[in-house]
């Protein structure tokens, strides 16, 4: 498998009147083509701002202040504003966590689905009325494929007139209208009860099988890692603390905080479980000292540990960000 | 929003509108200052003449009487002949009516072509020179009093740089046959292009001076609605499908933001109708404004009254107006 997707040493940072806030520290990460990455990490954690950064969405008083991003052998931190648009939502697709507020309520859904194939779907046609129509049919057809009944009369319709698990299927059509190369979804089920969790993954898990799509899929479910995802990365306090194939990290964690966020969950009925936080408090992320950032939470933190810890590898095809990984082995 | 909701509303405006026409009735009926007293003046007349005249005016009539009496009529459009020009008060509104619409709708225009896009230029570029000057631009509109404001616009454009007219509707050289009222209509149905343009520099400093609060509001308004538009997850999400800036801006932000400006230039529209009153008098301008400033002045009460009831209804009306304005820009809301 190729690699898609690689970032190097990302760092995020927002000023604030008290001091810069770096959000996103030092994160590296990849994705292979087709591959579905897991992201976990408690709320707060960079994960929304990691993959903001990546697309270009972070807005003053945001910065990405440091860090190489490569998509598909392009350098999108070197591309201007523009060049970016043309890459977001054709190459590179995002949902967000709440459908009902990333949809545009005063616009109607088909307005929504249409202006992305406008934006960016070079095989249109050209002539005015073979053009509506051939809109029209793709609408319809991405909003079969999400599986929203009776499609052609629903364009017309806005986004309140839908159900919170349809909107998230809309929003997901959009998405996926340009077939992107990559689709980051921003914790698509936490707005949902739990039986349209299970459709909605079930639908991504089924076009990306489709498409040959690669999937960065935030959760806070490690249930859904565990179903869905072939790698997955944990994130604390900006930090990557430990990455490596799924199987692998759920059955058998080596950073202590991935091991505290299994331990509270009981394993048969891992599905559906919250990430339950671990005791203690996510350190501020202003002016954080150069040391273990997990340190004030650890079982197995030591003085020696008080040194900034980089990524050390932790088996095959695995890292973990911590001095002591032959106490987990 | 469906025909029947639309009646529901007009329906629900009867007792709002009852209600207004019983305080204008009962202004007049309650004003210190006895109408009859007022029309013989200092004629004299034998107290059988003045009970005559009084019971022809339906003034001996109980209170409650003379309120039905006064709806019944107002409904016919009869408010009474105007003491002052001897004619059906009526009739010398119609005759101003036009001059005063077309100076409101030329005010709310140049209110909405400035107020707008300097409101979303200035939240598009926060914090920027632009952003400031507007700011304080605003703070000015709506603290400086209109003919403060219009003596100085004459003064500079009309006076000093004598590029615009100092008062009235159209020259004499250029005057039209009225056909609709409204100059800068009858001049172009006319085929008169240069009397439009008269026209048209008649009008600009009126409505300049008239719109300038409402601009000022305006502007305000759209600001924040954009900055707070502009925050939104819809539109992080339109930047995430890679729409161009253009439209991101127009029609996902502008959009939404609109909303808010729509409704408040609806109810500020009513209070051009008091603006009206002064600038009509700084610039010379031949409308109801004037004429009712007039007629508070000569007692003329059955015209002030006809008015104070017009403009309520058109208070109203406007903001009925705006309600469903932002319902049928909102479609989240249902009436
Ligand atoms: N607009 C912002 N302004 C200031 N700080 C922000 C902003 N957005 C995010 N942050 C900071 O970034 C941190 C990580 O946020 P986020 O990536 O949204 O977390 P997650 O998605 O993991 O829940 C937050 O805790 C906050 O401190
Ligand atoms: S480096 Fe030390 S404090 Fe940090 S996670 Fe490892 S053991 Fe705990
Ligand atoms: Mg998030």
Same mark, same amino acid.
């Given at each position: 498998?190729?690699?898609?997707?690689?970032?190097?040493?990302?760092?995020?940072?927002?000023?604030?009147?008290?001091?810069?806030?770096?959000?996103?520290?030092?994160?590296?990460?990849?994705?292979?083509?087709?591959?579905?990455?897991?992201?976990?990490?408690?709320?707060?954690?960079?994960?929304?701002?990691?993959?903001?950064?990546?697309?270009?969405?972070?807005?003053?008083?945001?910065?990405?202040?440091?860090?190489?991003?490569?998509?598909?052998?392009?350098?999108?931190?070197?591309?201007?504003?523009?060049?970016?648009?043309?890459?977001?939502?054709?190459?590179?697709?995002?949902?967000?966590?709440?459908?009902?507020?990333?949809?545009?309520?005063?616009?109607?859904?088909?307005?929504?689905?249409?202006?992305?194939?406008?934006?960016?779907?070079?095989?249109?046609?050209?002539?005015?009325?073979?053009?509506?129509?051939?809109?029209?049919?793709?609408?319809?057809?991405?909003?079969?494929?999400?599986?929203?009944?009776?499609?052609?009369?629903?364009?017309?319709?806005?986004?309140?007139?839908?159900?919170?698990?349809?909107?998230?299927?809309?929003?997901?059509?959009?998405?996926?209208?340009?077939?992107?190369?990559?689709?980051?979804?921003?914790?698509?089920?936490?707005?949902?009860?739990?039986?349209?969790?299970?459709?909605?993954?079930?639908?991504?898990?089924?076009?990306?099988?489709?498409?040959?799509?690669?999937?960065?899929?935030?959760?806070?479910?490690?249930?859904?890692?565990?179903?869905?995802?072939?790698?997955?990365?944990?994130?604390?306090?900006?930090?990557?603390?430990?990455?490596?194939?799924?199987?692998?990290?759920?059955?058998?964690?080596?950073?202590?905080?991935?091991?505290?966020?299994?331990?509270?969950?009981?394993?048969?009925?891992?599905?559906?479980?919250?990430?339950?936080?671990?005791?203690?408090?996510?350190?501020?992320?202003?002016?954080?000292?150069?040391?273990?950032?997990?340190?004030?939470?650890?079982?197995?933190?030591?003085?020696?540990?008080?040194?900034?810890?980089?990524?050390?590898?932790?088996?095959?095809?695995?890292?973990?960000?911590?001095?002591r990984l032959e106490e987990t082995v | 929003m469906s025909l029947s909701?639309?009646?529901?509303?007009?329906?629900?405006?009867?007792?709002?509108?009852?209600?207004?026409?019983?305080?204008?009735?009962?202004?007049?009926?309650?004003?210190?200052?006895?109408?009859?007293?007022?029309?013989?003046?200092?004629?004299?007349?034998?107290?059988?003449?003045?009970?005559?005249?009084?019971?022809?005016?339906?003034?001996?009539?109980?209170?409650?009487?003379?309120?039905?009496?006064?709806?019944?009529?107002?409904?016919?459009?009869?408010?009474?002949?105007?003491?002052?020009?001897?004619?059906?008060?009526?009739?010398?509104?119609?005759?101003? /009516?036009?001059?005063?619409?077309?100076?409101?709708?030329? #005010? @709310?225009?140049?209110? !909405?072509?400035? &107020? =707008?896009? %300097? +409101?979303?230029?200035?939240?598009?570029?926060?914090?920027?020179?632009?952003?400031?000057?507007?700011?304080?631009?605003?703070?000015?509109?709506?603290?400086?009093?209109?003919?403060?404001?219009g003596i100085l616009l004459i003064m500079l454009f009309a006076v000093?740089?004598?590029?615009?007219?100092?008062?009235?509707?159209?020259?004499?050289?250029?005057?039209?046959?009225?056909?609709?009222?409204?100059?800068?209509?009858?001049?172009? /149905?006319?085929?008169?292009?240069?009397?439009?343009?008269? #026209? @048209?520099?008649?009008? !600009?400093?009126? &409505? =300049?001076? %008239? +719109?300038?609060?409402?601009?000022?509001?305006?502007?305000?308004?759209?600001?924040?609605?954009?900055?707070?538009?502009?925050?939104?997850?819809?539109?992080?999400?339109?930047?995430?499908?890679?729409?161009?800036?253009?439209?991101?801006?127009?029609?996902?932000?502008?959009?939404?933001?609109?909303?808010?400006?729509?409704?408040?230039?609806?109810?500020?529209?009513?209070?051009?109708?008091?603006?009206?009153?002064?600038?009509?008098?700084?610039?010379?301008?031949?409308?109801?404004?004037?004429?009712?400033?007039?007629?508070?002045?000569?007692?003329?009460?059955?015209?002030?009254?006809?008015?104070?009831?017009?403009?309520?209804?058109?208070?109203?009306?406007?903001?009925?107006?705006?309600?469903?304005?932002?319902?049928?820009?909102?479609?989240?809301?249902?009436?």
């Amino acid at each position: 498998m190729t690699v898609l997707l690689e970032v190097t040493n990302l760092r995020t940072e927002f000023s604030a009147r008290a001091g810069l806030v770096r959000a996103v520290d030092g994160v590296s990460l990849q994705i292979s083509r087709g591959e579905c990455l897991g992201v976990v990490g408690e709320s707060g954690s960079g994960k929304s701002v990691t993959f903001s950064s990546i697309m270009g969405l972070v807005r003053p008083p945001g910065r990405v202040t440091q860090g190489t991003i490569f998509f598909d052998g392009r350098d999108l931190r070197g591309m201007s504003p523009e060049e970016m648009r043309g890459v977001r939502g054709r190459d590179i697709a995002m949902t967000m966590q709440d459908a009902l507020t990333a949809l545009n309520p005063a616009l109607t859904i088909g307005e929504q689905l249409a202006e992305v194939l406008v934006a960016h779907d070079e095989t249109l046609p050209t002539g005015r009325a073979a053009r509506r129509v051939a809109i029209k049919d793709r609408c319809v057809e991405m909003l079969g494929l999400v599986g929203i009944p009776s499609p052609d009369s629903r364009l017309r319709q806005y986004p309140h007139e839908f159900s919170g698990g349809m909107r998230q299927r809309i929003m997901i059509a959009i998405a996926l209208a340009c077939r992107p190369k990559l689709l980051i979804a921003d914790e698509p089920t936490t707005a949902l009860d739990v039986t349209i969790q299970a459709q909605v993954l079930e639908l991504i898990s089924d076009i990306r099988a489709r498409m040959g799509m690669a999937v960065a899929l935030i959760t806070h479910d490690l249930g859904v890692v565990a179903e869905h995802c072939d790698r997955v990365m944990v994130m604390y306090a900006g930090q990557v603390v430990e990455e490596g194939p799924t199987e692998d990290v759920i059955g058998h964690p080596r950073h202590p905080y991935t091991r505290g966020l299994l331990a509270s969950i009981p394993r048969p009925a891992m599905r559906g479980q919250p990430l339950t936080p671990i005791k203690g408090q996510v350190p501020n992320l202003m002016g954080l000292a150069p040391q273990c950032r997990f340190h004030s939470r650890c079982p197995l933190a030591e003085p020696s540990c008080l040194v900034e810890v980089p990524m050390l590898s932790a088996g095959p095809g695995r890292r973990a960000r911590c001095l002591r990984l032959e106490e987990t082995v | 929003m469906s025909l029947s909701r639309l009646l529901e509303r007009l329906l629900q405006l009867i007792p709002v509108l009852l209600g207004v026409s019983a305080i204008a009735f009962l202004m007049m009926a309650l004003t210190p200052g006895d109408p009859v007293q007022i029309m013989i003046g200092d004629q004299s007349i034998t107290p059988e003449q003045e009970a005559e005249l009084r019971r022809g005016l339906g003034l001996d009539r109980p209170l409650l009487e003379r309120f039905f009496i006064f709806l019944g009529n107002a409904l016919q459009f009869d408010f009474g002949t105007s003491f002052y020009h001897r004619r059906p008060v009526s009739d010398v509104i119609a005759e101003r /009516l036009p001059a005063t619409i077309e100076l409101s709708l030329v #005010a @709310l225009i140049v209110a !909405l072509v400035t &107020a =707008i896009p %300097l +409101g979303v230029l200035a939240a598009i570029r926060k914090n920027s020179i632009l952003d400031r000057l507007a700011t304080v631009g605003s703070l000015l509109g709506v603290s400086l009093p209109g003919f403060w404001f219009g003596i100085l616009l004459i003064m500079l454009f009309a006076v000093h740089l004598q590029i615009l007219p100092v008062s009235g509707r159209i020259g004499y050289s250029s005057e039209v046959s009225t056909i609709t009222g409204f100059l800068l209509f009858d001049t172009l /149905l006319h085929g008169d292009l240069p009397a439009f343009g008269d #026209a @048209l520099r008649h009008i !600009l400093l009126p &409505a =300049i001076t %008239l +719109g300038l609060p409402m601009t000022a509001i305006l502007m305000r308004v759209t600001r924040t609605s954009m900055l707070e538009v502009l925050r939104q997850d819809y539109v992080t999400f339109a930047d995430a499908k890679g729409l161009p800036r253009r439209r991101v801006l127009f029609r996902h932000a502008l959009k939404n933001a609109l909303i808010p400006t729509v409704s408040v230039a609806a109810i500020e529209t009513g209070s051009l109708l008091g603006g009206n009153m002064i600038v009509e008098a700084v610039f010379g301008w031949p409308g109801l404004g004037r004429l009712v400033v007039e007629s508070i002045f000569l007692r003329n009460y059955p015209l002030v009254q006809a008015a104070v009831l017009l403009y309520a209804v058109t208070y109203v009306l406007l903001n009925f107006i705006a309600d469903i304005l932002y319902t049928v820009l909102n479609p989240r809301v249902k009436l």
